[in-house]
């Protein structure tokens, strides 16, 4: 079944790094672009980041611009985000979702992961 | 940024009652607005997508309408697993998400 698993999520310290990964089984991995999404402890959804299917373009909300990078593997169906410079108010839940197969810019998340915690403290 | 206001904040309603939750955009989206259902503890799952469409085996009683700015999600009638949060999401320019609708039982 189409599935996404995150992982790596952890305790940081404020002006620390991280990196959180997502596996995705199921589906033909290479055919989606792929998005971040956060939810902080009792709060909304916010978007942070999008990838397109070839890795080819990313896009980032600007409240993580500069400091967080999306990538991807295809070859292992793996989707990344790497968090650096990490400040308390990133502390959230992190979900990996799929967008709908060849679209170029960012659409709808059709497909979520359960989420991979990340606590930003001192 | 393209900011979406939802309302109202809360929403009671008995099961078997229609439910109207409204999203507003603060410029055009056109029709690229879709709607989430998340429950507590888990992840969003995708109801409607492009305004109006129902995403793969979402029942019947979820619809989407509007264009534009204006747009309302209605369940026609609330079954009791519909108590949960919904969200809107606008692709017109990046990804935004509105700040949520909480539909509780009355």
């Known amino acids: 079944q189409v599935q996404l698993v995150e992982s790596g999520g952890g305790v940081v310290q404020p002006g620390g790094s991280l990196r959180v990964s997502c596996a995705a089984s199921?589906?033909?991995?290479?055919?989606?672009?792929m998005h971040w999404v956060r939810q902080a402890p009792g709060q909304g959804l916010q978007w942070v980041a999008f990838?397109?299917?070839?890795?080819?373009?990313?896009y980032y909300a600007d409240s993580v611009k500069g400091r967080f990078t999306i990538s991807r593997d295809n070859s292992k169906n793996t989707l990344y985000l790497q968090m650096n410079n990490l400040k308390t108010e990133d502390t959230a839940v992190y979900f990996c979702?799929?967008?709908?197969?060849?679209?170029?810019?960012?659409?709808?998340?059709?497909?979520w992961g359960q989420g991979t915690t990340v606590i930003v403290s001192s | 940024e393209i900011v979406l206001t939802q309302s109202p904040a809360t929403l009671s309603l008995s099961p078997g009652e229609r439910a109207t939750l409204s999203c507003r955009a603060s410029?055009?989206?056109?029709?690229?607005l879709a709607w989430y259902q998340q429950k507590p503890g888990q992840a969003p799952r995708l109801l409607i997508y492009?305004?109006?469409n129902r995403a793969t085996g979402i029942p019947a009683r979820f619809s989407g309408s509007g264009s534009g700015t204006d747009f309302t999600l209605t369940i026609s009638s609330l079954e009791p697993e519909d108590f949960a949060i919904y969200y809107c999401?606008?692709?017109?320019?990046?990804?935004?998400f509105g700040q949520g609708t909480r539909l509780e039982i009355k």
């Open positions: 979702a799929r967008d709908p197969p060849v679209q170029f810019s960012p659409s709808h998340l059709d497909v």
């Open positions: 199921g589906f033909t991995f290479s055919f989606h672009g």
């Open positions: 990838i397109r299917s070839d890795g080819g373009s990313e």
């Open positions: 410029q055009s989206v056109s029709t690229y």
């Open positions: 492009d305004a109006s």
């Open positions: 999401q606008q692709r017109r320019t990046l990804i935004t």
